[in-house]
């Protein structure tokens, strides 16, 4: 499963790179409202929440649906600004119904249907955003009601809450952080000036990558999308906070903008979703789950799992064969034989690259 970028046509200025105050503040509220995704960050939290005025915390929790489990596409901007006020400035110039209509998409689920129309306008649309909002609790229902009946205070409030965020921790922090960017952009910009695209995307992560023809991107995600970057290009912003994520905004009307965490020393890059699958379907059979218990004991020939299983030696080449394609074999000649080896450590990894895939 993909999401795939059309860039075709587009000329190579028009991959642009660039950091976003307002895309690492929606990174770092994230965290507040899903510490579980981030463990790494896990004291940092517990001591924002600690210190944040009482008001300010009530209102995290009020909004939290614009960044909790997807990100408003509005926080993510495709032409990001070197301070916080210049890019909430430009959220200020999104007129009403696209405002609306993408805070609901991700308060009310992801149900991009509600794109169709303005529920500010269409009485239908309305009804099925509110309808979405009270299955998810009372808080989504309460916001949706607000947003519709009027907007603009809902609008006032949220960007008010972000400032007070600025004021109350995302300052002290965005002083920091801004040096690793900047760090990440000029590796970045240099492989994009002379290695070109490819190179680029593929440092961006595993997960990035340009397709053969040069004219698509494509993005390892649970998911089958697809998106069109036309002439306005698509904008990669890296991240410190949003690690493991890998945010794409590829909604219709919206520039594509893929906001990636910086590379950081630590654990390799997880493998691809693809890979994760491959890996499930071939332990999804009970006879090489078999297998594998005797492989888990040490190396074995075709003919010693054949003898142990009472399984013909074709049956058993099969099977092994589907494991070899999973990556979770090793085949080495020995003499006249060949042994099969089990590769624990990407078994034993399995569980944290399905983890890292369906957070991705």
């Known amino acids: 499963m993909t999401l795939r970028i059309d860039i075709s046509g587009l000329p190579p200025e028009r991959l ?17 409202a899903e510490p579980g995704h ?41 032409r990001p600004r070197p301070t916080l006020a210049e890019e909430l400035d430009d959220v200020d110039r999104i007129d009403d119904e696209t405002y609306a209509t993408a805070a609901l998409v991700t308060t009310c689920g992801t149900d991009r249907e509600l794109a169709a129309s303005s529920p500010l ?22 916001f949706a009601e607000r947003l519709l009946a009027d907007p603009a205070v809902v609008r006032a409030r949220v960007r008010r809450t972000l400032e007070q965020c600025a004021e109350a921790f995302f300052d002290a922090a965005w002083a920091d952080v801004a040096v690793r960017l900047a760090g990440d952009l000029r590796l970045k910009n240099d492989l994009l000036k002379r290695q070109g695209a490819g190179a680029a995307l593929a440092s961006v992560s595993g997960a990035v990558s340009l397709a053969p023809d040069g ?27 949003n690690r493991p994520h890998l945010v794409v905004v590829h909604a219709p009307g919206w520039q594509p903008v893929v906001q990636y965490p910086v590379a950081e020393p630590g654990p390799p890059e997880p493998v691809p979703l693809e890979t994760v699958t491959l ?81 991705r």
């Open 16 to 32: 642009r790179f660039a950091a976003s105050p307002l895309a690492e503040l929606t990174a770092m509220l994230h965290v507040l």
């Open 279 to 359: 890996r499930l379907e071939a332990l999804a059979h009970p006879v090489r789950l078999r297998l594998l218990r005797s492989l888990a004991r040490g190396p074995h020939t075709t003919g010693e799992l054949a003898h142990v299983w009472e399984l013909s030696p074709p049956e058993v080449s099969r099977h092994l064969a589907v494991l070899r394609r999973a990556g979770l074999l090793t085949a080495r000649r020995h003499g006249r034989y060949i042994r099969y080896t089990l590769n624990l450590t990407d078994l034993t990894a399995l569980g944290t690259d399905l983890l890292a895939a369906v957070l």
């Open 38 to 78: 981030h463990p790494q960050y896990a004291d940092w939290a517990g001591g924002v929440w600690a210190g944040l005025p009482p008001e300010l915390a009530e209102r995290l929790r009020e909004a939290e649906f614009l960044w909790r489990s997807s990100q408003a596409d509005f926080l993510i901007p495709a």
């Open 215 to 241: 004219d698509c991107i494509v993005v390892d995600k649970l998911q089958d999308k697809a998106t069109a970057a036309h002439g306005a290009g698509v904008t990669f912003i890296p991240s410190v906070f």
């Open 121 to 142: 306008t269409d009485a239908a649309a309305r009804e099925r955003a509110l309808d979405l909002a009270r299955a998810r609790g009372g808080r989504q229902e309460a």
